[in-house]
């Protein structure tokens, strides 16, 4: 299983930025894939998950308005549309996966995942 991030960078506030999450050795259909982040000194928080076999978004208090989570099932990608950028997104990102339906669990909470990207470093100055 192999979950690769890319898109990360520095950005003013108020700029804009598109995570990708790249998903391969597994059945890509079926299962819930998301983004949670870690700022220095945080916990890791769950942004928002997708389930891939039928497009169901969650996002958290945070992202709600300013964040998209999409996927691009043909590429087995899932992206992370993020606009009006502000200090406090400043974070490492990371993508998870796990094969079952997000509204069968805990998905904003990262101990639920097995699967875990290496993450990508978001600036927001």
């Known amino acids: 299983v192999q979950l690769v991030e890319s898109g990360g960078g520095s950005v003013q506030a108020g700029g804009s930025l598109r995570l990708s999450c790249t998903a391969s050795?597994?059945?890509?259909?079926?299962?819930?894939i998301g983004w949670f982040r870690q700022a220095p000194g945080k916990e890791r928080e769950g942004v928002a998950v997708?389930?891939?076999?039928?497009?169901?978004?969650y996002y958290a208090e945070s992202a709600k308005g300013r964040f998209t989570i999409s996927q691009d099932y043909a590429r087995n990608t899932v992206y992370l549309q993020m606009n009006d950028l502000k200090p406090e997104d400043t974070a490492i990102y990371y993508c998870?996966?796990?094969?079952?339906?997000?509204?069968?669990?805990?998905?904003?909470?990262?101990?639920?995942?097995?699967?875990w990207g290496q993450g990508t470093q978001v600036t927001v100055s």
């Open positions: 998870a996966a796990d094969p079952r339906p997000c509204s069968s669990f805990g998905h904003f909470d990262p101990d639920e995942y097995n699967y």
């Open positions: 050795g597994f059945t890509y259909s079926a299962n819930c």
């Open positions: 997708i389930y891939t076999g039928a497009d169901s978004t």
